[in-house]
């Protein structure tokens, strides 16, 4: 009792506008829905309201909110009749009066959102310990990353090593990808990063959970996902709190910094469970077990139930706003359950997502159990986030924020110290993602103001940061002939739900999908690409998509498959621009490409600009009697182009153009 008066007592201190208010009431539970026209509308709980509800709109990953609306509080829906089909913005939804607000929502949604290929560079960095003992389990999964869409890099670090040195390394691999590395997953106990000059004092940040005696240095993760921030470790004395870990005084290994002091660049996430001995099992094998249950579920072969629980135990406290927050994009209403028991209900019954917050200790958390609770019983979650004091700090014995990974659990977070934001999961984004949007978080999402806990160092995702809320069943066998100017393609059919597949020829020097049936989806289980008239070694992929409907609209799903290569012969003798008599150019080219034919045009001469997934982005027709065409370029962003030219119908030349 005495740890949790202290932290309520140091809470109000450092969030008083917020002290008589619920993590509920400080949130607008906005939802989504994708209408057939194309529109989107959002939805909140009705209630009477004497002020109004105003409404912002962004694109993903801009700062600025353009005011879009501002409704009677009487109201609990707005429609966008601006949006597309295959478009989607980001949503804020404040609850106003008087100038204030007493309650924000946001939301990512969108309508039939197009699928994204490519996922991006990932590293994956493994204690050197697991290298033999789990090289089945790696090999497996690093395929199955492939098949998903991430480029994969792997490197190795020893539990002696000094984080700077694993940061030189991980930093190393990201500049040799030249910045095309966005996410990085920590598997084992590779050496833990200490930071900060947390301290119970006037003028100083208060630890994350308000204990005095939970002063200094704590784990920062964030350190391995910093590619150029400032990490010193020459100006801090503190020897405040009770453990002699989180001690921190100059050249001893531990850094000053207790705010973020860069931009992290890459979403990290950790499976460690080393220093677990409730659970009987040495790390080797918990680890093991994790990675095979991932393994499941990102093969669609370990299921739940679509609903949230959310146990909380903190009153007036604001924690567990993060969850109504999040689990609003995510379930519909009647899906999210509150006030049930996190442990017992968990025990006897799945859910998607958990959330459990109220006073602790290492490992114990008050209302929702301990880490024992996890070793007796099988919590059934794929997602959890708890929230009370102590266990923040996880890299310590028997942690109850690392317990669920060891029991069911793929993911943990300390959610709500600070707000966490993952909302975006409910339209198809790894979590991630949004564990890299709340570490940068200052002003970009309301933070919640709990501490002052805000891109400090302690936040941390323990899992797998490539993780969706829903994967597809993959395509496992893929085989391509070249005959009679086609590549003939055949595959095993996918288990479980999808509407069919998608067919991509995979550029393997740029690391770039081109869709080949764009505007369709294949339901048969082979294909024939007529399309093909590169003659040399081509790689193909085929995977399972389903379009899928959540609080936060529609998109389009990618389950994993196989790559295929083989030597293609195109016996149309179509070749390049260039051996056409075709020129395509400036190339490389910034504000426009011009296409010249070696003698007057017909009528017939057509020009198509693609992007390598195939989405035509301008299409233009020559004149008859030009030599010449120029499309302007100048709101394309860099990158890689197709130029396709066709005449009367028929396909001449492709050649590849580069914006710089």
């Known amino acids: 009792m005495k740890k949790l008066l202290l932290l309520t007592l140091v809470v109000m201190l450092g969030y008083a506008q917020s002290k008589a208010q619920t993590g509920k009431s400080q949130v607008v539970r906005v939802n989504a829905v994708a209408n057939a026209n194309g529109t989107i509308t959002l939805k909140w709980p009705a209630e009477t309201w004497s ?131 966005k996410t990085l997953l920590i598997i084992g106990h590779v050496p833990v990063p200490y930071s900060g000059n947390y301290l119970a004092a006037t003028g100083q940040v208060y630890p994350p959970d308000g204990h005095p005696d939970h002063a200094g240095a704590w784990p920062a993760d964030g350190y391995y996902g910093d590619m150029d921030g400032v990490w010193t470790d020459a100006s801090v004395t503190n020897t405040v709190g009770s453990q002699t870990r989180n001690h921190n005084i100059p050249g001893d290994g531990k850094f000053d910094q207790t705010k973020l002091p860069g931009t992290v660049e890459l979403e990290v996430g950790r499976v460690d469970l080393f220093n677990m001995p409730a659970f009987s099992n040495n790390d080797t094998l918990l680890v093991r077990k994790y990675l095979r249950r991932n393994m499941l579920w990102r093969t669609n072969r370990l299921t739940t139930v679509e609903r949230a629980l959310i146990d909380d135990n903190f009153g007036t406290l604001n924690l567990s706003s993060t969850a109504f927050q999040n689990f609003s994009c995510m379930f519909p209403t009647d899906s999210i359950y509150e006030n049930r028991d996190y442990i017992s209900t968990q025990k006897n019954s799945p859910y998607l997502w958990s959330y459990g917050c109220g ?118 066998k893929l085989t391509a002939v070249s005959q009679s100017n086609y590549v003939k393609l055949s595959w095993s059919k996918a288990l479980g739900k999808h509407d069919g597949y998608a067919v991509y020829r995979y550029d393997t020097v740029e690391n770039t999908y081109y869709r080949v049936n764009k505007n369709y989806i294949i339901k048969d289980t082979f294909y024939n690409d007529s399309t093909n008239y590169f003659n040399g070694r081509n790689t193909y992929t085929v995977r399972p998509i389903r379009l899928e409907t959540t609080a936060s609209g529609t998109w389009y799903n990618l389950g994993a498959g196989p790559f295929v290569s083989l030597n293609h012969t195109n016996g149309r003798k179509v070749l390049s621009a260039q051996l056409m008599g075709i020129s395509i150019h400036p190339n490389p080219g910034h504000a426009e490409v011009t296409v010249s034919l070696a003698s007057p045009a017909d009528h017939g001469w057509l020009v198509t600009l693609t992007d390598l997934t195939g989405r035509v982005l301008v299409k233009q027709e020559m004149k008859a009697g030009s030599k010449s065409l120029n499309i302007h370029t100048e709101g394309l962003p860099q990158g890689c182009y197709m130029v396709l030219v066709s005449h009367q119908g028929q396909f001449v030349a492709a050649d590849k153009w580069i914006k710089n």
């Open 51 to 181: 002020g109004t509800f105003e409404i912002a709109r962004r694109a993903l990953g801009t700062v600025s909110w353009n005011t879009a609306a501002s409704v009677a509080g009487s109201s609990s829906s707005w429609t966008d009749n601006t949006v597309k089909k295959g478009e989607a913005f980001e949503y804020l939804v404040a609850k106003a009066s008087g100038g204030s607000n007493s309650a924000l929502g946001y939301i990512w949604a969108g309508n039939t959102l197009p699928e994204t290929p490519g996922l991006g560079g990932i590293i994956v960095l493994v204690d050197s310990a697991y290298l033999k003992a789990l090289s089945t389990e790696m090999v497996a999964l690093q395929q199955q990353l492939k098949e998903e869409g991430w480029i994969v890099s792997s490197i190795s670090a020893g539990r002696g090593e000094s984080p700077q040195t694993v940061r030189n390394r991980i930093i190393a691999e990201y500049n040799r990808r030249k910045g095309a590395v």
């Open 359 to 476: 006073g602790g200790s290492n490992t114990s958390c008050g209302g929702i159990g301990t880490t024992s609770s996890f070793v007796a019983d099988s919590m059934q979650n794929i997602f959890t986030m708890l929230a009370g004091s102590y266990f923040g700090d996880w890299d310590q014995q028997n942690n109850i924020l690392r317990a669920p990974l060891c029991n069911s659990a793929l993911s943990s977070a300390w959610g709500g110290i600070p707000k966490w934001y993952v909302h975006h999961m409910a339209l198809g984004r790894n979590i991630g993602y949004g564990a890299k949007l709340s570490m940068n978080n200052v002003t970009d999402y309301w933070n919640g103001g709990f501490n002052l806990s805000d891109n400090k160092v302690h936040i941390a995702l323990l899992g797998d940061p490539t993780l969706k809320m829903r994967h597809v069943a993959p395509v496992k």
